[in-house]
């Protein structure tokens, strides 16, 4: 860090998923690279897979078992955090600010539409098979990311600076969630073609594709007895070698691949095979905003304040300034229930807001349902019913932490949205069961010779 910036007072980063097996899960499931020495050495694609043997389950299984030791991708990444500060710790000045930002990872999919479900992200001569991105798939892999982030969001949550004499009490560790700012650009998002998913500009994440923008060289095609639409690149691209030397291993030693590959020739060589599922512009862009404006959220001081670009001929009614949504996750273990805080938002929080103008309110106390909800404005601010109801349930509650086999009894961890000077803010307030726990119930008999003894017990 030091040869790269000196002594930086703000670092952002993102830590790769390869480890959690994210790139091996995208070559076995998504592209099955051409390897000459085993053609067919993917095995079945997941939803053909009955038995858990192609490598695109077997990859996914093992992202699971490292998600979920305590001594894998959680004890990797507090180690790679005292890694940095101690690097900070190092070279700050006394008393010298130190903030440390990690971006989360984005889900890559919508996972609703149909349309994908007869799509492969394949080559017709750079891969072996043609895996479709059916919804199953799609949402496994979105969970996987979410996983991910969520233990990152807790590790840093928990996270205690390394003791260092003299302490410095200026350094501090930050968590970023910027998937919200994806949707509408992922890929498979309604109302987007096959193509699309290789041009399209509103799509935000490269696909494995040989050029930036459609040529007609390049152009999906469909085959011929199961219907399955992939991408056929340019007759006279010899692209072969460079997608096998990028895309045909992996960095991770232990991530399942065909017997014989060479697991650590990965990420060298072709620029166009090393980018898929990184983002484009559009992404780069959007991203940089949402930092940005977080740091303003978070006082950082140097940062600039947002600047309104001058207007030009008369005067014309103010816009609504671009709202940022910050999510909290559920890694804190910290939610609520939707309709109950959605009955606080509704029933009492916004008739009050009306009247009142910037409040803070506590609901729920001394439950599990405890929750504070606050807006904060300029003086003299009174936010309008549907404004404040929108922005609070639409945006916030309904925005953050959907629905998903990891959450599935649609827990809120909630977070922030910023619009220009105005804030609206849901933040839950008890410690609960991680939300997979969350609800638990069963049911037992016994035979006690005179008589049966019943049993029901749950939470939740």
Known sequence: MKERAGQPDIVWGMFGGNNAFFGAIARACIYQPILLEHPFGWGPPWDEDSDGTGLCKKNIQQAENFLNDPNGIRKEFARALNDIITVAQDTQALNQPFDLYVSSYVHFFDNTTDACDQWSFAHDRLSTGKPKLVKELRTIINDKVQQLNDIQADVIKNYEIPPRTPFNPNFRVHNSQ??????GHRFCEPNHTFEDQYYNQDVWLWNLQYYDEKTGEEQGVTTTNNGVEFMAPPASLDATHGFQTVLGADT???ASIPQGNDANTQQYGFGWTARPFHPKFGGHTALKDFFIQQMRNDQIPGVKPAVSPPSQGPPTSPST?????VCNGLGSSKYVTRD????????????DAVIKGPIQ?????GTPEEVVITLQGPNGFKPSSDDCTKYLLAVITDGCDSNSPQNPANYKGVGIETIGDIAYTIQPQALRQPVVKAIQYGCDSSYKAQFNEYTVWGHG
């Not at 109950?340 to 008739?351: A, G, L, Y």
């Not at 309110?361 to 106390?365: A, C, L, P, S, V």
């Open 178 to 183: 910027p998937d919200s700012i994806f949707n």
């Open 361 to 365: 309110e506590r609901y729920n106390q």
């Open 321 to 325: 300034p671009q709202g940022v949504l």
């Open 340 to 351: 109950i805080v959605k009955d606080s938002i509704q029933n009492s929080f916004c008739p």
């Open 252 to 254: 991770n030693p232990i």
